[in-house]
């Protein structure tokens, strides 16, 4: 099977799956509000980031920018059922935090600060949260974790047919 023969039979295959069992559509629908929830929370870290910058507090990286683009290709990639993926943003959120402990961020919270620079720390802090807190959620949840395993099955059953066809 070609690409799109792969994909069109892969919709298929949802579709009769979620025709059989109507907690997949549920657990799609879930996945999609996380992630709707995870990406709002980083684009506002990244809209507080390009302020703060212009104001002079931080200097622009644009790492945030391929940071954003890379958190959508993995938001769509979890949302079409790769919720395995979920572990690498868990990590990032954790990383994130780290860094947060190490730049002392939680007690510059306790300072006098500029109240756009105190928004600005806030929203990284979230951000690192609700990342954690999404994606375990996506991986913990049965209706997500459910919808991320049919769609793994559905991929492999399709690949196992595909190397079956080759030979």
């Not at 756009?116 to 375990?136: D, G, K, P």
């Amino acid at each position: 099977m070609k690409g799109k023969e792969l994909r069109e039979a892969l919709k298929a295959g949802k579709a009769e799956a979620f025709e059989r069992d109507p907690d997949l559509a549920r657990g799609k629908k879930i996945t999609g509000i996380l992630l709707l929830i995870w990406a709002a929370s980083r684009a506002f870290l990244l809209v507080m980031d390009l302020v703060c910058a212009r104001i002079g507090f931080v200097e622009s990286n644009p790492v945030n920018w391929a940071t954003m683009v890379i958190l959508l290709l993995f938001a769509w990639w979890i949302y079409q059922g790769s919720g395995a993926l979920a572990w690498l943003p868990i990590a990032g959120g954790v990383f994130m935090l780290i860094s947060c402990v190490r730049e002392k961020l939680f007690s510059l919270l306790g300072m006098d600060l500029d109240p756009t620079f105190r928004l600005y720390l806030i929203a990284y802090i979230s951000a690192a949260v609700i990342q954690i807190l999404v994606m375990v959620l996506i991986l913990a949840l049965p209706s997500c974790k459910n919808y991320a395993q049919t769609t793994l099955r559905i991929t492999k059953e399709l690949n196992g047919g595909q190397q079956e066809h080759r030979l």
